[in-house]
Nanobody
Framework: QVQLVESGGTSVQAGGSLRLTCSGS????????MGWFRRSPGKERVRVVQ????????EYLDTVKGRFTASRDNAKNQLYLQMNSLKFEDSAMYYC???????????????WGQGTQVTVSA
């Protein structure tokens, strides 16, 4: 049974930094495409980044390029999202997601965590 647990979300001032962590269990972590998504109140869920099983291929949402960095440690079964230069519009619930195999553009994710809240004050 795939389990994903996010942590690291909190309130921060604009311009600040946060690091989110997703811990995966119950599946072969290193064989899964992983992603971070976010949803703001009244808006649809948006893919922030997806990272290939080996970590060598990463696709970012245009609005976070240069500010956010995704990485994974397959030995620890953890996925990370380093968020720098945070903006008010980055405020959202951030979700970790996993799906078996390689990542593809527009990848559908089968497994989801409960989310961690990031609030950026202007």
């Amino acid at each position: 049974q795939v389990q994903l647990v996010e942590s690291g979300g909190t309130s921060v001032q604009a311009g600040g930094s946060l690091r989110l962590t997703c811990s995966g269990s119950g599946y072969p972590f290193s064989a899964y495409c992983m992603g971070w998504f976010r949803r703001s109140p009244g808006k649809e869920r948006v893919r922030v980044v997806q990272i290939s099983p080996g970590g060598g291929s990463i696709e970012y949402l245009d609005t976070v390029k240069g500010r956010f960095t995704a990485s994974r440690d397959n030995a620890k079964n953890q996925l990370y999202l380093q968020m720098n230069s945070l903006k008010f519009e980055d405020s959202a619930m951030y979700y970790c997601a996993a799906t078996p195999g390689a990542c593809y553009t527009g990848q559908h994710f089968a497994n989801w965590g409960q989310g961690t809240q990031v609030t950026v004050s202007a």
